[in-house]
């Protein structure tokens, strides 16, 4: 691989010093001049029928500005895929969650609006409502939504190679269950956002998103807009995980009020309405069947799963298909067979969430490894270098993986962890345990079906030749891709860090499918690259032009220009720079022509250097029905071990030490990709431990906030040693590829084996409560006859 | 009816006409525009706003106004000098201890609580120091090393 200057370092973050201040400016900082205020009104039943909504007393509270319902609305559908575009702005016949919104007041204060909003009138005929899966699909189970018989909102059923074939010739079949709870993000940032128009009739949306461009179209296809007369610019944003990838009701609904007002309207939620409108992590219930050979030899995996919608559609139907297609790897694997199914209920709608789809399966599946190595006699860890796939594989599902440093992953944890000391060794109650896991580095096809570009970047160098400012309309929640981006620039036109400005995150910069799927550092970076060389290009043609030299014998970098053999005489060229920099003191002294003069030198000459990149991925996949979903340009892939203590008397687990390692490809920021693979962990181990959110019987969420939905908090996050495994992605800028998402795949599965190891226990269903791992302890101890 | 409070914030002395019912975070946030001070749950779950008041750290939304006047506060907006910014805010920014950052101001604050009162803190002490401040992005493995190493 190439020698790099500044990719693969430590580099500080462009965004860090404003954030570590307090200057870095996040949606609920900024007000504009005569700003309103706006607020939902959202229902408090499950299921109803609305009989007549009478606004005319809110209407006449002082300071109210505007009440919108549906009739201002109106009836546009929208949604995540077109294909699944199930809700309106505001409900128009009937609410089908708690939380579900019915309209809304723009005031001269947020105390005015909501006082508003408490006087708006619905008559409701309560409808019965479903909560569960069994409840919706059950006989004469009242229907959310017309056209969906049984409540059923997708359903998926594959075959790859012969599954029935796979199991009769395997030595071992083991068929378990899992279950997992409903996860919230519980991102730090409750979503917010400004609407206001112009006197030309321009809308610009400021939001808390991680999808401006997505935000860009719903908003001007619900207002009936154009595109181009619509700008969404993200501010910082306080993190996403997944929720925030589509435009919420509150947006809409905002950007309707600011058309009504004519003023900048301002909306917040508050952190219940963050529960209420959900959209995070499905609760999936999966049966696996896996088979084997009596040498360990993989054969066929026979997987059903039903999904726990929610009311309406989300990003459900990319979900039910990832949840299948994201299970095959990282393993070789000839047959496997799918069916899965999402149901609508009455409860706010899941959507995507770190691991889209896969986290759960993967618990499953990895547990079955362990169980086939035990009835064998192999260790865990041998057993999946036994099946792994290898670079340049491609899974029964026509996953390709063009690079797959799986094996270095799995060594390294070994090594790391010392799992070949401790692995058997351990005293009870004390448990160690591994998985692996792999993700995709960007979606390979967009939400809509398009051939638009995925990114497209500009890169502009200042007039002075000084400065390349770096323009994208990529989304900058928190991963560090801002820094990542400027990185490559830099080390693409081989100038030093410190001379590259970069703004991100507003739609007028571009197109950028955004922050999802782990797709920025792949794509973004694909197109900054391209961006990047092709003003470098530009300038090197000048000073071609300008030297009388062939241009393939000149390159940039370190912010000068290097000459193969001897270098020209650039004399006059430097002369030309000195007059033009009259005044300054700074003039260039170096035996080296300086990039900063080069670029004058080419603005002189050819006016503004502009480069532009774009990026989409090449055809991906197979031709079956979903094959879409899963596909992706690379996949990034990690393996874990997880050590851990549990109290056999209280079934209390500990979690004492996580060795994670993962393959990003070429890392481009080795601080930021530890730091995607330590959040990765904690969220996977707030799932496994103890995150959950519960109704009550009337549908509506009992623990709204953060002290009663438990997030992993400094007390609880055991050490984690994160080892970075490089690999040169082909597909990849400078060979990057993913680890957003891929991390947090093995760290529930792996937390699950060190448990069984510890306890001789295998929990089915999350999270790990006490009580739940000590039911599970007796019953382990009733059975075998411990006392 | 508003009540005049006197206070100083970030050594700057403020008198200031409040509703009884404002929050000291959205005194900060609203009316000072001292926008530093986030708000993650306004029920004192998070820990995004808080700030030190008599040299203990609060969660500034469950502090009313009124109840700061005579206080002296320390918002993340005083730490930097005019030497530039302060040491806890550079380990921060040094060590990658910095994500979405929208949980960082708290942090920081609840980190100069700790250092202040606790020069050489054990990992454990460092552990708890933080324990009010939830943080979703970092599994905060770097904070922790952005902490530790500014044990005096």
Known sequence: MKEFDII????????????????????????????LYGA????????????????SKAEKLKGVKAVITSKDAGSIKYGVSPARYDETVFAIDKVRYVGDEIAAVAAESLDIALAAVDLIKVEYEILPAVLTIEEAMKDGAPLLHEGSPKNLCAEVHQEFG??????????????????????????IEMQGCIAEFDNLGVLTLTSSTQVPHYVQRTVAMVLGMDIGKVRVIKPYVGAGFGIKASANPMELAC??????????????????????????????????????????????????????????????????????????????LDNMSYDGYRVYNNKPACGAQRGHGAVIARAAFEQQLDMIAEKIGMDPLELRIKNMMETGDTTCNDLNMSSFGMSECIEAVRKGSGWDQKKGKMPKGKGIGMACGFFVSGAGYPIYRSDTWHGTVIVKLTEDGGTALVYTASAEIGQGSDTAFAMIAAETLGIPLENVRLASGDTDMGVDLGAYSSRQTLMTGHATKDAAEHAKRQVLEVLAEQLKAPVENMDIRNGFVEFKGAAPDFSELRTRYIKEHRGWIDNPTSEKLSFKEASRIAFLERGSIVGTGKYKPHNLGGKFKGAAVGTSPAYGCSAQVAEVTVDMETGQVTIDKITDAHDCGKAINLTSVEGQMQGSVSMGIGEAMHEE??????????????????????????????IVVESDEPNGPYGAKEVGEGAIMPTIPAILNAVYDAAGVRLNELPLTPERVYNAIQEYKEKNKIK | MKKIIHLTINELDHEIAVEPNKTLADLLRYDLKLTGTKKGCDTGDCGACTVIMNGDPVNSCLVLAVQTNGSRIETVEGLSTDEGIHPIQKA????????????????????????????????????????????????????????ESLRS
Not at chain 1, 16 to 31: E, Q, Y
Not at chain 1, 700 to 713: G, Q, W
Not at chain 2, 114 to 125: F, M, R
Request: aromatic share 8%.
């Open chain 1, 8 to 35: 693969s370092t430590r580099a500080n973050r462009i965004d860090t010093p404003d954030k570590a201040t307090g200057r870095a400016v996040f949606v609920d900082d900024i007000s504009r001049p005569g700003m």
């Open chain 1, 40 to 55: 939902l009104l959202q229902s408090p039943h499950a299921h109803a029928k609305i009989l007549s909504i009478d606004t």
């Open chain 1, 162 to 187: 012969n599954v029935e074939e796979g199991l009769k010739n395997s030595d071992i079949i083991i068929t378990t269950k899992m279950k997992n709870k409903r996860q919230d993000g519980a991102f």
């Open chain 1, 255 to 332: 950007c309707i009020l600011a058309r009504k007002t004519k003023k900048p309207v301002k909306m917040n939620y508050t952190r219940d309405q963050v529960f209420m409108l959900a959209r995070a992590r499905h609760q999936f219930s999966h049966t696996i069947t896996t088979g084997a050979k009596k040498d360990g030899t993989l054969m066929a995996i026979k997987h059903e799963c039903w999904l726990d919608g929610g009311a309406y559609t989300s990003f459900g139907i990319a979900t039910v298909y990832y949840t299948g297609s994201l299970l095959g790897g990282p393993y070789k």
């Open chain 1, 693 to 722: 959110v519960i109704f009550d019987k009337q549908g509506r969420v009992l623990n709204h906030d953060l002290a009663e939905y438990k997030i992993v908090t400094s007390m609880d996050m055991p050490k984690v040693e994160a």
């Open chain 2, 92 to 147: 921060f920014v040094e060590k990658g201890a910095i994500q979405c950052g929208y949980c960082t101001p708290g942090m920081i604050m609840s980190t100069k609580s700790l250092l202040d009162k606790n020069p050489n803190p054990s990992e454990q002490e460092i552990r708890e120091g933080i324990s009010g401040n939830l943080c979703r992005c970092t599994g905060y493995t770097k904070i922790f090393e952005a902490i």
